[in-house]
Structure formats: structure tokens, C-alpha cells
């Protein structure tokens, strides 16, 4: 078989070579088709896959920092927790109300109001020749957190202030400021649910401690409990 | 055409050939070897090192009172660890400034936070291993303000913590955890079946940076947390009865006092208060001994309160009356040349049976006792609930000792509470039995667990209501317990509350000595009452062990007064309308 014949053939102009023979291509091929649908559908699971493979990292980052946000929050959760179980302690309401001067009538008396008659001889409390207990004498080593007369004070001062008090209160919670109530020191700068003070450091000097004075309308230190 | 190699080439190539078939068939036999035979074992491997398993603590239940105020919780405690091969100088940035802080200054602040001194802490930032513990269950604000110092070489941990919000309230009966966890005493000891929970765990890939690997390999048991555990305890009234128990023990130098208050028509035991009581937070600060609760383990003869049980026998018998006639001399010879006397100096007196009971004679209730049988005493006991722990079974309760049969003496000192032994809740059920005109209950301190899936289960057995004595028996018993309040001359008058029909009897035991022979020079005190007495619903045990300032029984009657005031007050019982029925004490 000579070149020249093959010259002479005016179409296909380009052919594939496969063994000996060559296949004319044909626009509507259906085999070629098929092949670079399965291609192109496998390029596109690949990338597909490798796309969701980058949201999904992204999404175990995020979860990671979530995750430790909710364990920041469990943990204002848990401190602000143990400081309403301290002050609704009985030793902490009992000392409370010892500050604003209240003392336990060993001698009560009685009233019926049906038959208008007092039952009891009244005598004041402080006068009562009975025993009077004007101490706290059931320990609680854990008793860290008081409730001062002036912090009951400055209690009541803020509960009576608006609700943006409140939303102060919740802001300052989730950024995560110590709380810690001072007995020792009833912070006249408390005028928030809760305001921090002294945090943080200053060039590096000893740690401050870092306060923050429970006297707001969340916890329930009002003496008419 | 030839299969035959026709040319050297040709042969070249068949050898090359069988040599790559055979190396293909050893390395597939590797490959089966690698990806069949040994792959679990291999992958096992492979998963442990890349995986990591974490221990997700399960965190106990709460005991919470008959409010649902919570006495005890768990709460997560951080213990602060170093690693002492990378403690050094590091650096601080604060508001835009750098500065270095060097390992003193950072011992200071660590110490500062955790109010130790930093001399102790230093020694431990030294040396070779990986590990130092420098304080174990730093709070959570403690942690928060560490974590804060920004410490390269300062690592936490968090455990489980027990608290204990309330302190020594109801300490004694709620037992205190060790350090590392572990139940030792009371309900926290005793109900550890409902208050632990189990822990979980879990397994996860990591890559470098310590981030789950997404798509790898999880295995996470979800940690089971315990039940809470609800008491019949109202720990208000509970802190008044400890305050109030607390004043009277030191102020009459005694070893120990307990004020036991139970509704009489449930059996609910509402405070179960101790002096001296126990700090669960902090157990180790009270001595050994004052660590448990006396109310249920502590045994001793309960004395006079008992010459109630005796009356109440004998009218239960038939056999007497709270007017029945008896002389009683000062002492009395009895079967076997002894001598019984009573404890105050008297001319004989001419006693009805209310009389004896007001002025608590010996010498007259062995003349009512003696007309029941010894053995039937023994059974009235045994329906009374004593000689056997309550259904409370609390830990290392105590069963007190009644004897079947006795010798000569003891016939008549049972009648008057000696040679038999009780504990405080035994007593104070003696009462509840007369109080529910005759049917004692089973002594209720546990109300129910309910797990953390919400079911809700009864915390323990009870034993069904037992009739022990008749309705217009313990109706009498109650109108004598009143006189004894009402009638002066006796130490009950000193229990009297203005408004209020208020019955009840005293008690000055003596107490034997170690060896069992004779008694010590110090007596037991107690008061054992009811109110109001027109329809009995509260009963109040106050004893005291070994005070030193009195020496009978009106030393326990101030704090009874105290604590039945404060029961009326707290479940506002309105004053009695009616007046006490007057029975005659002398004839």
C-alpha cells in the first residue's frame, strides 16, 4: 500500500494512532465521551473532596475554639456558682444579719390573731435573760465569700438600678474577670453588678489581685431573704 | 510459528522476565502477609501512636435537703503542675510592653495566687523529670488568674472536687470524701451506689499540633454522672438546732451534745444536729473521734426517758393507769439484797403513776413495772424498735443491746433505763411511736436518688408501720408526758412554752464505766418531748453526753425549749386551743 492514496482522502484531517490502524474521529464519539465524563467527574470528587476536606479542618479549628469558649464560660459558671453557694450559705446569712444588727429572740411570742390573744411574755432580744447566741459556732472552712453590711448596702443601691445594670453584669461575667468578694475590703467603688478592679499587671510587678465585688441583683445578699 | 527462544536477545528477555515474576510473587506475598495477615495488628499500632485517650471524668452527684438546697456538690478543682526541665526566664507581653520575668517573680505570683508561701513552692520547680506537682485543687478563680500569669512551664488538671457549701452543717451525717476521691464516711459512704457516677472516656487521632485529625478513627464512652440524693433534712432548722446544740455542749463542758426533730406522723427526720460536728471540707482539722455521727452509732443507757416506755406497757397491759397508787420511799431493797434509790433525797411519798413520771422515781415505777412480765417488756422493746439498727442503716449504726433474759437486778433497772443500751434515734423513735398514738414508722433520713437520667428511686428500705402500743394507751402517755411539763416540781415544768401544749420527759443516766462495772461520776442528760400534745406532729431528742456544769437533766431542757420554739416557728403550728388535762400526781 502506497502513501499517495491516503493523501488523496480529504477528511478526517486528524487521526489517533492505536496499533496499526488509525479511527477517524467523529464528533459524536460516544466511547470518548464517556471517558471524559469519568474524567472530568473524577477531577471534580477530587477537588470536591479536597475542598471539603479544607471546610471541614476549618470547622475542627472552629470547634476547637468554641470548645475552649465553652469551657471559659463553664468556668465563670462555676466560680459565680460557688460564690452564690457561699454567700446563701446559713453561716453567711446568719453573719449578714448579725451586720445589720439583727439578733435571734430567744423569747418569741406568740400571736392568734382568731382569738386576739399573745402567747409568750415579750421581751426584747436584747434584753432576754435567756441564752443568746451571737455567734457563728457551725464552722465552714469554705466561707471565703462575706457578705459585709456594706456590701449589703451597696446591694441594695444596685438592685434598685436599671437593667442595664444587669446587661453590665452579664458583659463583665463573659469576658472573665475573677470574682472574688473581699471581707476584708468592701469595695465603696462597687457601683455595678460587677466591677473589676486592680487586674491585670503593671510592667510586670506582683500580681494584684484581681477583684470583683459581687453586689449586684444577681446574688441574692438583700437582707429581706 | 516457534515458541522456541530463536536468538540470545530473546532469551535475555524470558530470564529478566522470570525474575520479575518471581520477585512479584515474593513482594505480593509480602503485600497479602502485610494487608491481610498482620494489617489489625499493624494498624493497632499505628492508631496508638497517633491516638490519644483521655479519661472524661464523671462528676458525683449532689445531697441536697428536703428543699433542694444543696449540702453537697461537685465542682471541677484544677491541681497545678510544672515541668521542671523547662523552667526558665520567659517573657511577658502586657499592654504592648515586653518584659522578661524571671523564675522568682513568677514563684511569688504562683504563690500569691495560692496563698502559699513561695519557699515552698521553689523546691519544686526544681530537677530532672517532666513532672512536679505544686499544689493540688486550686478553685476555679485561682486557676483562671494562673492561667492569666501566662506561664510556658505551668500546666493544670482538672479533677473532680468535692464541696461542701453549708461546712459542718449536717457534716456529720453527710461523711467527707479522701483527697483522691474516695467515700469514708457517712451517706456519702453509705449511698455511693447513688451518688458516683461512672467514668467516661475518649480516643481521638491527632495531628501535630494536637487538633483532632476530622475524618480519623473515635471512640468516646460518654461519662455517666451520679445520682442526687435527697434528704429529709430542712438544713435551715438543722443550723439553728447545731448553733443551739453547739452553746449549750461548751457551756456545759460536755464531751458531746445531739437534738434529734422528727415528724411524728412520717417519720421524716427533719434535723439529726451533732456537737462537735465535722467540717466536710475540711475533715481533717476535727479530731477522729467527732468525725462520725453519734445520733445513729453512739450507744448508752437512755435512763429515765425509758420509765415512759415502762408506764406505757403497763397501761398497754391493762395493768395500771396514770392515776394507779404507789408509795415510793427514798430507796428500796429489791430480789437479791439490792438497793434501789432514787436520785433526789424525799421523804416516802404517796405517788400516783403521773407522779412518778413527774418526779421521775425509781422506787415507783419498779412497783408498776413489776406487774408485767419481763418477757413481755422484752417484746414491747423489741415493737419499740430497740436492740436492732433502723431501716435508716446508716454506716457503722449502732444496735444498742437489750437483754432476753437477765438476772435479779437488772429486772428493775431496765424499768428505769439501765443495763440496756440505745442510740439518740432509737430514743427519739421511742417518742415518734407515742407521738402516732402508738404506731412507730420507719425512720425516714433519705427521701429518694435520682440518677442523672431524671428516674427517681426510693434511697432505702422501709420497714412497714408497726402498732406497738394501743390508741388510748399512748393517748394517756401523751396527757402524762403534758402534767410532766405542766405540773411543777419536776425538771419537765423548765420545758414549758407559753401558747403550747408541750409533753415530754427528762433523763439523767448514769454512765458505765469502760470496764463494765460500776458507773462514771458523769451523767447523760436528755429531754425527749412532743408538741403539740392535742395532735402530737413534731418530737424532739435533745441529749447531752458528760456535761460538767449540771449534773441531771435540767441542763438539757434550755436547748429543748430553744429548737421546739424554732420548729413551731419555722412550720408555723398555730398555738393550742385547748387546755391540758389535769392529772393528779399525788394522793
Redesign the interface.
Known sequence: MSAMPALKQSAPSFSIIEGYKSIPMRRNNPRLFITSIAILGFLGIGVGNLLL?IA??E???QL?HLKAEKKELA?NS??L??QV??L????NL?NAARALGMQSN?N?V?L?VS?Q?V???ALAAVNST??R?SS????????TTKTTANSLKLAQDAANKTSATANVAATSVAT?T???TPSTKPAASANSGWTAANS?????A??ST?QVVSTGSGIPAAASH | MKNRPTSVDDIRLRRLMAVVMVLAVIFGLRLVQFQIVEAPKINAESFAKRAVTTTIPAMRGDIVDVHGKVLATTVLAYDVNVDPTMVAPFDRTVAGATSTISVQQATVEIADILKVQPAELAPKLLGTSHYSNLFKQANGSQYRRLTALDIPWLFFEAVPHRIYPNGALAGNLLGFMSNDGRPLEGLELAQDKCLAGVDGKETYERGVDGIKIPTSRQIAVAPQNGGTLKLSIDSDLQYYAQQVMAHYVQKERADWGSAVVVEAKTGRILTAAEFPSVDPNNFTATPDANRRSRIFQATFEPGSTLKTVTAATAIDQGVATPTTQVIAPQSTFVAGGYRISDSHVHTTEHLTLQGVLIESSNTGIIQIGKRVPYETRFNYWQKFGLGERTAVNFAGEGSGIIHQTTDGVSVYTTMFGQAMTVTPIQTAFLYQTIANMGVRLSPELLLNCKSATGKVTPAENKIKPVRVLKPSTARQVISMLENDVTQKGGVGSTAAIPGYRIGGKSGTAQIAKDNGIGYVSLHAISFIGMAPAEDPQYVLAVTIYKPRTVSNSIGATPPFKDILQQVLRTYRVPPSTTKSPNIPAKW
Open positions: 476536606n471541614t479542618s470547622g475542627v479549628y476547637a468556668l462555676e466560680i456558682g460557688a453557694q457561699s446563701s450559705s446559713d453561716q446568719a430567744a418569741p406568740f392568734d382569738s390573744q402567747y409568750g411574755k435567756a441564752d447566741i457563728n459556732l457551725v464552722p465552714n472552712s469554705l466561707l472573665g475573677t470574682a472574688v491585670g499587671y503593671v510592667g510586670g506582683k500580681s484581681t
